[in-house]
Every structure is written in C-alpha cells, then in structure tokens.
C-alpha cells in the first residue's frame, strides 16, 4: 500500500478535461442547431426567390447530414459519460486506498511518538 495523492490528482484531471469535452461538445451541438435552422432559412428563401434548384437539392440533404452529425456528437458524449463514470470508480477505489494508507502512517507515527517518550 501505497500513497495515492499524486495518481488521484491525476485522474482528476483526466475527468476534470473529459467533462470540459462534454461542455464543448454541447456547445458545438447547440451551435450546429442554430446553422441548421439559418441555413434552412437561406436555401429556403434562395429557392423561392431565386428558383434555385440547388437549394432545394441542399436542402433535401440538410436533415440527413444534421441527423448523422447529432447522433455523432451523442455518441460521443456518451462515450465521454462512461469514461467520466469509469474514472469515478477508479478514484473512489484510490481514495480508499489512500486513506487507509494515511490512517496507517498516522498510526504508525503516533506508536513511535509514544515508544520515543513524546520527543
């Protein structure tokens, strides 16, 4: 048994940078949102006003390529998720370890003060 302090910040860090990939990938989902709908908006005015047959091509993949990329960012915040849970586990496992060290050297220390006399 071992000191864990140095591994435990560690893997803190570790789920401290997956959740801020959760927090940007969210961000990127809204923001994907919102060019869906501006966009859909522009093909739809270019194809009314313009007659442009393009638009309406564009728009008929439009659904298809926002519903691979929604379900691309879920998996990966899903991903991120069970990783996020694995590290939990991982840290209450250390922390455990860690404490039951601590306590260790704590009773240890406290037998040699009182062997030594308290000096």
């Known amino acids: 048994m071992a000191c864990q302090c140095g591994l435990i910040t560690r893997y ?7 959740k801020d990939s959760k927090t940007q990938l969210r961000y990127a989902q809204i923001h994907a949102e919102t060019l869906d709908r501006k966009y859909t908006t522009i093909l739809e005015d270019c194809a009314a006003t313009f007659d ?4 309406l091509d564009l728009l008929t993949v439009m659904p298809d390529l926002t519903t691979e ?3 691309l960012i879920e998996n990966a915040m ?3 998720d069970e990783k ?3 590290i939990d586990v991982k840290l209450w496992e250390l922390r455990d370890e860690d404490t039951r060290y601590h306590d260790q050297q704590k009773a240890e220390e406290s037998i040699t003060y009182l062997q030594t006399g308290g000096h």
């Open 12 to 18: 803190e860090n570790v789920k401290q940078a997956y």
């Open 84 to 86: 996020i849970s694995d």
């Open 78 to 80: 899903t991903l991120l």
């Open 69 to 71: 990329g929604k379900e």
């Open 52 to 55: 442009i047959a393009e638009a």
